[in-house]
């Protein structure tokens, strides 16, 4: 599905009518193989984003009920929203390369006659040209895409706990 949502997103106006002939001709012309591109990325930027946005996030919680809260466990929708804003800034900082060169190892392939390269010939490729900010173009948008759902996320994730009667150690 991430692959068919790059290339319909950079895709020329016309050039598939809908994900399914997205999904047909993708098949046809480059096997099934080419659903996969990007895999490899993909698998190695969650790790570092969801380990550092869930330490950052029980971090700042911690530090928050330890410093601030008044006879109360429940931050409140403010501060977690706070804590999952800046726990996922944390996490897409480290893992955003990752997620870039998997989205250009998506959409190489419609440019013809472009040598498919591998992430590690990306990477090179994108420092190279760009420079280690090359490989956050593109950030900010997905900061404003990502950021608020994270915040909702917590708040949520915090509230089923507390509705659940999962408790802190």
Not at 87 to 110: E, K, N
Request: hydrophobic share 40%; charged share 20%; proline share 4%.
């Amino acid at each position: 599905m991430e692959v068919m949502k790059t290339r319909l997103a950079v895709g020329k106006t016309g050039q598939y009518s809908g994900i399914f002939d997205c999904a047909k001709k993708i098949l046809k012309h480059e096997g099934m193989g080419a659903f996969y591109k990007g895999y490899v990325p993909n698998l190695l930027g969650i790790i570092p984003y969801a380990g550092i946005d869930l330490a950052v996030y029980e971090l700042l919680k911690s530090h928050w009920l330890d410093n601030y809260a008044k006879d109360s466990v429940n931050p409140g929708v403010v501060v977690l929203l706070g804590c999952g804003a800046l726990s996922s800034t944390c996490g897409q900082l480290a893992s955003y390369p990752l997620a870039l060169v998997r989205t250009r190892m998506q959409a190489q392939a419609m440019i013809e006659g472009n040598k498919q390269m591998s992430m590690v010939g990306l990477f090179r490729r994108i420092v190279s040209k760009e420079g280690i900010p090359g490989l956050y173009r593109g950030i900010t948008p997905n900061f404003m895409k990502v950021l608020p759902a994270v915040g909702i996320s917590y708040v949520v994730y915090e509230n089923m706990k507390e509705t659940l009667g999962v408790s802190q150690k």
